[in-house]
C-alpha cells in the first residue's frame, strides 16, 4: 500500500505566506515525480507545480516567482512554499506522486487527501 498525507494550509490574508506539505509512505520503490494541482470551485483541477526526482521543476504561469516546490528524496516528502498569496490561490490543494511500488512493473499516480486554502481578508 501506498499513502501520500498533507498537511498545511488554512486561511491567511492577501500577501501572505503559507507551507504545503506531503508525505509518502508505503512500499515504495522509487517517486518519479511529486508536484501539487489545485481546484477551486466551478474549475477543473489545475497543475500548480511539479519536480522530478532529479531537481526540475515546472510551475504554472500564475504561480511563477511566488511559489516554490521542494524534496527531499530521502524522506519522500514535497513542500509548496507559498508566497505573496492572492485571493484567486483559494482552492483545496491536491499532492500527488508518481510511484513505482513494490510488486508492481510500473508507475502509478496516487493523490493525497487534499488541504484547503483560503486567501481573504
Known amino acids: 500500500q501506498v499513502q501520500l498525507v498533507q498537511s498545511g494550509g488554512g486561511l491567511v490574508q492577501p500577501g501572505g505566506s503559507l507551507r504545503l506539505s506531503c508525505v509518502a509512505s508505503?512500499?515504495?520503490?522509487?517517486?518519479?515525480?511529486m508536484g501539487w494541482y489545485r481546484q477551486a470551485p466551478g474549475n477543473e483541477r489545475e497543475l500548480v507545480a511539479d519536480?522530478?526526482?532529479?531537481?526540475?521543476?515546472a510551475y504554472a504561469d500564475s504561480v511563477k516567482g511566488r511559489f516554490t516546490i521542494s524534496r527531499d528524496n530521502a524522506k519522500n516528502t514535497a513542500d509548496l512554499e507559498m508566497n505573496s498569496l492572492k485571493p484567486e490561490d483559494t482552492a483545496v490543494y491536491y499532492c500527488y506522486a508518481i510511484i513505482v511500488r513494490v510488486g508492481a512493473t510500473s508507475e502509478f499516480r496516487y493523490w493525497g487527501q487534499g488541504t484547503q486554502v483560503t486567501v481573504s481578508s
Open positions: 519536480i522530478i526526482s532529479d531537481g526540475p521543476t
Open positions: 508505503g512500499s515504495i520503490i522509487r517517486i518519479n515525480r
